[in-house]
C-alpha cells in the first residue's frame, strides 16, 4: 500500500496568516497515464469530508481561492493563503493512483 | 444536485454481519463509481471499496474478504454488507462518489452512519 504521511499533525495558526501542510507518499503518484491523483479533502467538526483540491492543484466547485495545492511525484503541500475561522478542521490528502485509496493521518488546523 | 444518505442499523452484534445502505438522490448512480470509506472515532479515513453499476468492483485488500458490496439501479442505491464484524469494525461509515475526471477524487460525501460494534 501507499503510505501518506501528513506534517505537521497540528498547526496553530494566527487568523489570517498562511498556513501550509504537507503530504509525501512512499512511491510516485505519477500514474502510467501521466495522471497523478492526488487530491485533499477537510473535515470540519462533526462533518463528513468534502473534496478542497483535485489531481495536485485543481479546486473543486465552491472552494475558495485562498486554498491551492502544488507538489509532483512523491512531495505535495496544501496551501491557506488567509486562514479564516470556518477553516478550522482536519485536512487529509488521499491517493488514487494505485489500489487500495489511501490517506493521510490528518492534519489538524486550530487558531491560536 | 447529487445528494448521498446512509443508512442502517447503528448497532451490530459481534461475529455478526454489519449491512448498510446508500440512496443516492439528484443523479443517476448508473454512471461513476460508489464508493465507502470509514471513520474509526477520533481516527482518520480508511478506504473500503467501490462498485460500478457495470459489474466492476475494487476492495481493499485488508477487508476483502468480509466484503460484499451491490448496486440497485432501480432504487438508485448501493450496498455495503460487512461480515464477522468485531469491536475494531466500530466507526463511522461514510458513502461517496468517486468521479473520474476529477482525478478518481471522492466528490460528494453522504453525511456518515454510525455503526458500534461491543465488544
Known amino acids: 500500500d501507499i503510505v501518506m504521511t501528513q506534517t505537521p499533525l497540528s498547526s496553530p495558526v494566527t487568523l489570517g496568516q498562511p498556513a501550509s501542510i504537507s503530504c509525501r507518499s512512499s512511491?510516485?503518484?505519477?500514474?502510467?497515464?501521466?495522471?497523478?491523483?492526488l487530491s485533499w479533502l477537510q473535515q470540519r467538526p462533526g462533518q463528513p469530508p468534502r473534496l478542497l483540491i483535485y489531481k495536485i492543484s485543481n479546486r473543486f466547485s465552491g472552494v475558495p481561492d485562498r486554498f491551492s495545492g502544488s507538489g509532483a511525484g512523491t512531495d505535495f503541500t496544501l496551501k491557506i493563503s488567509r486562514v479564516e475561522a470556518e477553516d478550522v478542521g482536519v485536512y487529509y490528502c488521499?491517493?488514487?493512483?494505485?489500489?487500495?485509496?489511501?490517506f493521510g493521518q490528518g492534519t489538524k488546523l486550530e487558531i491560536k | 444536485q447529487v445528494h448521498l444518505q446512509e443508512s442502517g442499523p447503528g448497532l451490530v452484534k459481534p461475529s455478526e454481519t454489519l449491512s448498510l445502505t446508500c440512496t443516492v438522490s439528484?443523479?443517476?448512480?448508473?454512471?461513476?463509481?460508489w464508493s465507502w470509506i470509514r471513520q474509526p472515532p477520533g481516527k482518520g479515513l480508511e478506504w473500503i471499496g467501490y462498485?460500478?453499476?457495470?459489474?466492476?468492483?475494487k476492495y481493499n485488500p485488508s477487508l476483502k474478504s468480509r466484503i460484499t458490496t451491490s448496486l440497485d439501479t432501480s432504487k438508485n442505491q448501493f450496498s455495503l454488507k460487512l461480515s464477522s464484524v468485531t469491536a475494531a469494525d466500530t466507526a463511522v461509515y461514510y458513502c461517496?462518489?468517486?468521479?473520474?475526471?476529477?482525478?478518481?477524487?471522492?466528490?460528494?460525501w453522504g453525511q456518515g452512519t454510525m455503526v458500534t460494534v461491543p465488544s
Open positions: 512511491q510516485s503518484l505519477l500514474h502510467s497515464d501521466g495522471t497523478t491523483y
Open positions: 462498485v460500478h453499476h457495470t459489474g466492476t468492483t
Open positions: 488521499t491517493q488514487a493512483t494505485q489500489f487500495p485509496y489511501t
Open positions: 439528484g443523479g443517476s448512480i448508473s454512471r461513476d463509481y
Open positions: 461517496a462518489r468517486i468521479v473520474g475526471v476529477l482525478g478518481s477524487a471522492f466528490d460528494i
